[in-house]
């Protein structure tokens, strides 16, 4: 029975008793709730595993466990009861199960068997573990050139099954190495690296405790990052300062009721979090960000010591470039693009120069702008000239999404390799990787559609939901010969498919790992660059399901190692009987993993060093780079305001639901947004409601501006009237990534500009409820989609 649809706005604090609640319930619905109880205490212990969710560190990893929703969520997720079994796909063609929702297919449970795509039942049928990998290598060694098989990645793969991913792939000979990051923080790295040498962040969590003053951009930790909110509880609490920036009034950055405070749960009373909370445009952060600068190089002129000259001096170039950048921006468009009054910005940036330390914290409503890694490098501008990074207390905080988003990347999983890496692993592994730089996410796509890439291997992840431009990626995907995903569940991944396509099952980091010398841990990269080991609990969901790193491993053996080409000297095989040996050949090829066995094995593992915060900086000047950027005013939103000024154009953010962690849908509700059972909703601002001529509760289609001439669409949302900015509106992905243009990207990372699609609303043909809408969820969006394409493009209708 659907569940009931309303609106009822959240007004009580984050977590609390609506947390447990739902937590109850998850736990429930998987049919675990004794396990799953019990598995819930082994997350984040010496002796238990790493929480498969989000990348924020532990207070104490070794020995308190930390209540956080959405991570119990995805435990409970991993180790439900239910299985998907070939009994079970036996019941479906794939063209039935495309028509199913992504709630829908993950729901169904764990896969048991690996699957082979079979096309003239259109079903997946069961295949033994060895015939799967002569497939996958016979079509890889098939190619005439390495470089038309790609190889995803998602960031819950541990350190160990990313280095040896790596080290397969560019011993087969390519770097094409899309991965997650490429569309989430690609632009904190790409911002970092040339300003203070590392693409990391320079805090660790006991600069929480010390630090004056807190500023978070674009992000809603509440539902993100859970944890996190113990972390601002208590500096709250001690009085440090914290200043949101955020489009949409988020709960979790209001107020927070820990679930493990037993007298804060008696009570009710929750602890207000954010001592600022503003309401900028969407991509007005940058804006923001030159104004407080701007105030503190006028007082600086006006004579006021403000700067920290000693920092500058010492550590710094580029200071006068900056400064005279600052001082030639107009209060007028500071104001005009940062959507916020210029008392706002003058308080903030007063804060900003008596807090004696500060750190800058920020999530993909940065990271998703066509101006993001701008906005980054001004953010480190604005650290700098108060001496604000590499000191207790202070420094840029990017916080990452997937457990070990950061640890794959350290490992060498990017298209753009350094040398050193290279060169490392020719030296260690005696052979000549390949130099010439691979494909990211948009352009493996493109590269599918032109049939340059033929073989897509996807290591995690969900590729067909996370991606832009669904229609493009989807013909994308059943343009190649083989597609292959290595998971633990369904997903629409499975049902957009190649001409032949696998299923591979892999262990979740709840369970068992049984090796040849014994259960085996792995280990994962937090946000702040601790490293520590997981180790499962759990019996397998089934005797047929093999580890990410033995899937590599066989994968690799049977393509390039003994059963395969035999060009491989890497004994690929006996690396998986002991995991310890992959972390010694980890070891051999990155400095700051020296010792890593012995490192690991203590409860809470390791902090790998991070240059920046010594103060050390690994740029080409040896030098942190003060960069300066002007308020945009170029941006496909401006750009589409002016061609159509005739009509009201919208800037619309895609972003998740509290019932959701990426991809994943938990269920139907958006907690503290106030949406019960239903996600085929669209915020907006009650004014711009009434400029529309339209009424809340009202459905609407949407429609992308672009200027290729495509027809972008995304039908039937219900209009929900909220507190966001005018002229803006949020509404959940993957339902809305049809919307998101293919050429919607930064132009220096690359990363899709899913925050800042220009938009137009137009009421539905229909407006009566339609209870089928939510049963069929994202899938009725993409068939809408694919439909409304088809007569610009030309193209064969997609199986979905």
């Known amino acids: 029975m659907a569940q009931q649809q309303k609106i009822h706005f959240y007004k009580s604090p984050a977590g609390g008793w609506g947390a447990l609640k739902s937590v109850s319930q998850a736990l429930m619905r998987q049919d675990i709730p004794l396990k799953g109880a019990k598995t819930l205490l082994s997350a984040n212990q010496p002796d238990g595993f790493d929480c498969p969710g989000c990348a924020w560190p532990d207070r104490n990893h070794a020995s308190t466990f930390e209540f956080c929703e959405n991570g119990a969520k995805a435990v409970a997720s991993e180790a439900t009861a239910r299985r998907l079994t070939p009994e079970f796909l036996a019941q479906y063609t794939v063209t039935e199960l495309a028509q199913k929702s992504d709630f829908w297919l993950e729901d169904q449970g764990r896969i048991t068997h690996p699957m082979v795509y079979d096309q003239d039942s259109d079903k997946y049928v069961p295949i033994s573990w060895d015939d799967a990998f002569d497939l996958m290598a ?395 080991i997981s180790t499962g609990m759990n019996p397998p969901a089934s005797e047929h399901l093999l580890s990410e790193p033995a899937i590599v491993a066989r994968l690799a053996h049977a393509t390039i190692g003994q059963r395969g080409r035999n060009r491989s000297t890497t004994d690929w095989l006996w690396l998986i009987e002991d995991y310890s040996r992959i972390r010694d050949k980890i070891e051999a090829v990155f400095v700051d993993f020296k010792d890593f066995n012995q490192r690991v094995s203590v409860p809470g593992g390791f902090h790998l060093r991070n240059t920046a915060r010594e103060r050390v900086w690994a740029t080409v000047s040896k030098k942190a780079q003060f960069i300066a950027h002007p308020v945009p005013v170029d941006t496909p939103v401006h750009r589409a305001r002016a061609k159509h000024h005739d009509q009201i154009v919208f800037v619309l953010s895609s972003t998740r639901s509290h019932d959701q962690y990426n991809t994943t849908i938990y269920g139907m509700d958006d907690r503290y947004r106030g949406v019960w059972g239903q996600r085929r909703v669209v915020f907006i601002n009650r004014e711009d409601l009434k400029a529309l001529g339209f009424k809340d509760g009202q459905w609407v289609d949407i429609h992308t501006v672009w200027d290729d001439g495509q027809q972008r669409r995304a039908d039937r949302f219900k209009l929900v009237a909220y507190n966001t900015p005018r002229g803006s509106l949020a509404a959940y992905y993957p339902e809305t990534n049809p919307l998101v243009p293919l050429s919607a990207t930064e132009k220096t990372s690359g990363i899709p500009t899913s925050k800042a699609i220009p938009v137009i609303l137009a009421l539905s043909a229909r407006q009566e409820a339609d209870e089928s809408t939510e049963e069929i969820g994202d899938a009725l969006l993409a068939r809408q989609a694919l439909a409304a394409q088809a007569p610009v493009q030309g193209s064969p209708t997609l199986t979905v």
């Open 138 to 532: 016979r079509h890889l060694n098939a190619l005439p050139d390495p470089n038309e098989a790609i190889f995803y990645t998602s960031g819950r793969a541990s350190n160990e099954a990313a280095f040896l991913y790596q080290l397969f792939v560019r011993e087969y000979g390519t770097n094409n190495f899309p991965d997650c990051s490429n569309m989430c923080h690609e632009p904190s790295g790409s911002a970092m690296r040339p300003q203070v040498g590392v693409g990391k962040g320079t805090v660790t969590l006991h600069d929480f405790e010390l630090t004056e003053l807190i500023m978070i951009f674009g992000q809603n930790p509440g539902t993100n990052h859970p944890r996190m909110l113990g972390e601002l509880r208590e500096a709250a609490k001690r009085g440090c300062k914290i200043i949101s920036f955020n489009p949409l009034r988020e709960r979790g950055l209001e107020k927070f009721l820990d679930p493990q405070d037993k007298v804060a749960m008696a009570t009710g009373r929750g602890t207000p979090i954010s001592s600022g909370y503003y309401q900028l445009k969407p991509g007005g952060d940058l804006a923001v960000v030159k104004g407080i600068m701007k105030y503190l190089v006028e007082r600086e002129d006006a004579g006021e010591a403000v700067l920290d000259h000693a920092f500058i001096q010492e550590h710094t170039v580029g200071i006068d470039v900056l400064l005279d950048d600052v001082r030639a921006e107009s209060w007028d468009l500071i104001v005009t693009e940062s959507g916020l009054a210029k008392t706002d910005i003058l308080d903030i940036a007063k804060q900003y120069k008596e807090a004696k330390s500060a750190i800058v914290c920020w999530g993909m409503g940065i990271t998703q702008q066509p101006h993001s890694v701008a906005t980054i490098q001004m953010m480190l501008n604005m650290l700098m000239l108060r001496g604000n990074i590499g000191r207790d207390g202070a420094g840029p905080c990017p916080v990452r999404g997937h457990s070990n988003v950061q640890g794959d990347r350290t490992m060498g999983i990017w298209e753009k390799p350094p040398a050193a890496l290279l060169d490392k692993l020719r030296d260690v592994f005696g052979f000549e990787p390949p130099r010439e730089h691979g494909y990211d996410v948009v352009s493996a796509i493109r590269a599918m559609l032109e049939g340059k890439g033929k073989v897509f291997i996807a290591l995690g992840g969900n590729f067909a939901a996370a991606t832009p431009d669904s229609y493009e990626t989807w013909k994308a995907l059943q343009n190649c010969d083989l597609t292959v995903h290595i998971t633990t569940k369904m997903n629409r991944s499975h049902v957009v498919h190649g001409k032949e396509a696998l299923m591979l099952p892999c262990l979740g980091r709840t369970e068992i790992d049984m090796q040849a010398t014994g259960p085996q841990g792995v280990t994962v990269e937090d946000s702040m660059s601790m490293v520590h």
